[in-house]
């Protein structure tokens, strides 16, 4: 039987109890012990509740607990990590948004542009210095990332890409030719090109949102999984978050659930939010000569030109993982035609690996607005409920700087003058909520038009 989660997508897609089939579930060491406190019980109470136990909310709460001394307590639906944040790409990069360049500067001017960008810099720092001060093994992989051209046409687009990077935005680019790009990189199909952007990294997600966790309680922040928040009550200035098992009593609130936001939470909220399906597929390890077949030399994260992209990476044990978008209700029956289509994509893009058998498939949620960008600030009717979310399936940075930045404007260090103009304001309100679907559906076809062209 099909069950549709009133939230939009099938019910299982939001089942925290089950875990996300990732390979880096099986490839991760354990979260250390005393991390996670477990379901919170009984009557509790913390000067800031964090809902959500992703990059955005572990952040928020090791801030908060280790810069500025605040009583802050987690509340997870799932194992700590269980959302977009243990289970992406591992591509640690920028930009957070779905607007071009061009429509970025356009909109904001260029002042808040170049500040996005810039703090989207110090994002990707973040995520590296995180790691080290912390001294947890993110499992980091090349320099930068690869926009690879798809198609012949689309190269140009790369050279347009290359110029505002570097002049506009002062980044360090490098473009590579397809003879180039297969003689260092790797060849395909679908390979015409390529724009190195020497910013970014590949890590191990998981690893990442563990070794986030483990930092956020050594700071002192208490961290609950398998607590989702089933009810919220607010009388005077008390917040009441209910779970199962327990009640947490907070002045002040974070929401950092993304695209598992479900409308029980907060509908107001949720009604703004437009959640899409981002899948995986990770192969065996492939032999040297198989990767050879394919000229593979690199460890870089690569991206394609596709409206609806293809993102992969060599993993550090030859294991190829294919990311693509195109699943419309995350139904069980679907995820099967979905892995076969991914499969299928992989083997005509890279040929030779086209029987190569995949040993793992899974999917979540990557979160989007109506205005193309993130979102952090406080909700216009309650002043103490923050919230941060939306980046566009880029979050890997972005979430743990958003996160760090609720906790500085929540401490009173920053103001929201100090955040850049794109992450501002509440987004807007989709309408007719209950057809996101339908708007996903025609969006698909016209994407699916264009990257034929
Ligand atoms: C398949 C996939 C591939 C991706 N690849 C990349 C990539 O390569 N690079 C990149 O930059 N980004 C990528 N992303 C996006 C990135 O993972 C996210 O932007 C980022 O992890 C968001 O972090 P978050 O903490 O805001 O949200 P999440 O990590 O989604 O965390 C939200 C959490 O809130 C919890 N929650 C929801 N409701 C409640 C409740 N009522 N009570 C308690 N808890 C609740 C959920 O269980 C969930 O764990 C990808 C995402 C997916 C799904």
Known sequence: ????????????MYDAAA????????????????????????DTI????????????????YHLARDHHIDVALLESGPLGWGASGRNGGFCSLPPMSLTYTQLIKRYGLDEARRFMASQVEAVELVANLSADEGFDIARQGGGTMHVAHAPGRFAELVEEAEILSKTFGLSVELFSREAFAEQFYDS??????????????????????????????AGARLHGRSEVIAWEKTGNEHRLITSSGTLRARRVI???????????????????????????????LTADELEAQKWKTELPCSNTRRLLYYYRMLPDHRFLFGARGDLTGSPEDGIAMRAQMEKQMGTVFPHWKDVETTHYWRGFVCMTSRLTPAIGEMPDDKSVHFALAYHGDGVA???????????????KISFAEIPAPFLGIPP?????????????????????????
């Open 255 to 285: 929401i950092a659930t993304n695209g598992f936001t479900k409308s029980s939470l907060q509908k107001n909220l949720a009604d703004r939010l437009i959640p899409v399906l981002s899948n995986i597929i990770v192969t065996r390890p």
């Open 429 to 453: 309100i989709i309408p007719f909520p209950s057809l996101r679907r339908w708007y996903l559906r025609a969006a698909l076809g016209y994407y699916h038009f264009q990257d034929k062209q």
């Open 398 to 412: 972005c979430a743990p700087w958003a996160g760090r930045a609720l906790a500085n404007l929540i401490a009173n």
């Open 46 to 61: 913390c000067d800031v509740a964090v809902i959500g136990g992703g990059y955005t909310g572990l952040s928020a709460a």
């Open 19 to 42: 875990p996300a089939g990732s390979y880096w579930e099986d490839d991760a060491p354990p979260l250390s012990a005393g991390t996670d406190l477990g379901p919170l019980s009984g």
């Open 189 to 218: 199909t679908e390979q015409f090109g390529a724009l190195h952007n020497k910013l970014g990294f590949g890590l191990h997600p998981l690893r990442f949102a563990r070794g986030l966790a483990a930092a956020a309680a050594r």
């Open 1 to 12: 039987m099909t069950r549709y989660h009133k939230n939009m997508y099938h019910a299982n």
